[in-house]
């Protein structure tokens, strides 16, 4: 194997990769927070809607789910314009990433919600709970501890699956490593740090979460 | 210059489909294979293996396949010539299924009650045979539905091989579009074609949950 490594070209531009580091969190967060809006939305709709809305949040879902997220960005961001919806390749990005998150979202929320079950919000009332202490202590609560841990994992994949927005040249780590790949020609390397760089967010992220968990749930668990 | 979307277009798009299946099932089978042996490492009574089991998970599952692709890709420059993008894409993806695979397994494993393993030694058997004979064939029945369940994950992942150059149907899609410029038509169709491909498997890992899911209760 004749190569010689040479990382000092991602040291000489690492502001460029700090920079892409910190758009892939500002997107996968905003996506991610717009995207459970759609998936309570979603869950809302599913488990109380009529008919119709059912059948429309399934259809969503389920288009959604059975598709690479790759085709959904190329449509959103290619396909759109042509029918006369207009964006930047961010704001394709972020929508792509909304509706994509969005399903997984939904189908998590929902089942967090079907986990309660009627009788439980009927012993709280009948424990002479207010209806509002029913909704926060019998409902809330326990949904969120129940569904907390998949969304969480839904938000390392999204952030992961984020990387190909690269495609579309939306500007995040990936986009980044490839500006500095294009300009270098050191791809190896540019690469495993951006690889290394993805694989600490996840870590960091996932410990943050499971620090959250312990310090919010677990403990009130036992009061 | 531009030529309107065809029927031949919508040929070459269907063709395509077999490039995308075959790469699904080369990065199954290694995957499956692979996934196997991180599974029974994952769960090995030797804690080195545990380890290493571990790490290998969270290296694959921890950064994006995106990511992988480029380093199988890139990384065989350093060995010198080129690599041809199927090949990447081939182990790329067979890598990262093993994760999956071996970190999906490894559940269905550890699901099998441990007084399993106690009447399998009660009755003789060393650790090879209880989980040749004992555990593994019971775990696989709890396993047939999230494996098809990955393979649905796994056909939408080999798209990313369009990324590198591998015609399957994503870049069969780029194509046409280049020539079609109908991006919206083209790639409605190139999505229903991954439907088609992935919804009977999600209705069926559906359907296999409510059938052996419950079964080693």
Known sequence: ?223 | MFHHFGTNDFLFLVAAIRWTLALSAIAFIGGGIGGLVVALARTAPLAPLRLAATGYIQLFQGTPLLMQLFLVFFGANMFGGRIDPLIAAAIALTLNAAAFLGEIWRGCIEAIPRGQWEAATALGLRYPAAMRDIVLPQAARIAVAPTVGFLVLLVKSTSLASIIGFVEITRAGQIINNATFQPFLVFSVVAVLYFALCWPLSLLSRHLETRFGTVSR
């Open chain 1, 1 to 223: 194997m004749n190569y010689t490594f040479h990382f000092g070209v991602v040291w000489d531009d690492w502001h460029a990769l700090a920079w892409g580091t910190w758009l892939t969190i500002q997107l996968s967060a905003s996506a991610m927070v717009l995207g459970l809006l759609v998936a309570i939305a979603g869950a809302l709709g599913k488990t109380m809607g009529p008919k119709p809305v059912r059948w429309l949040v399934d259809a969503y879902v389920e288009a959604i789910r059975n598709t690479p997220f790759l085709v959904q960005l190329f449509l959103i961001f290619f396909g759109l314009p042509a029918a006369g919806l207009r964006m930047s390749a961010n704001e394709a990005a972020l929508f792509a990433m909304v509706v994509n998150v969005g399903a997984y979202a939904t189908e998590i929320v929902r089942a967090g919600i079907e986990n309660i079950h009627r009788g439980q919000v009927e012993a709280g009332l009948a424990l002479g709970l207010r209806p509002l202490q029913v909704f926060r202590y019998v409902i809330l609560f326990p949904a969120l501890q129940t569904i907390y841990p998949a969304l969480c994992s839904q938000f390392i994949l999204l952030m992961l699956s984020s990387s190909v927005v690269s495609t579309i040249s939306a500007q995040e780590l990936t986009a980044a490593a490839n500006d500095l790949q294009s300009r270098t020609f050191r791809s190896f390397e540019i690469y495993i740090v951006v690889t290394a760089i993805y694989l600490a967010l996840s870590l960091a992220f996932s410990g943050t979460f499971a620090a959250i968990r312990r310090a919010v749930f677990v403990e009130t668990g036992k009061r």
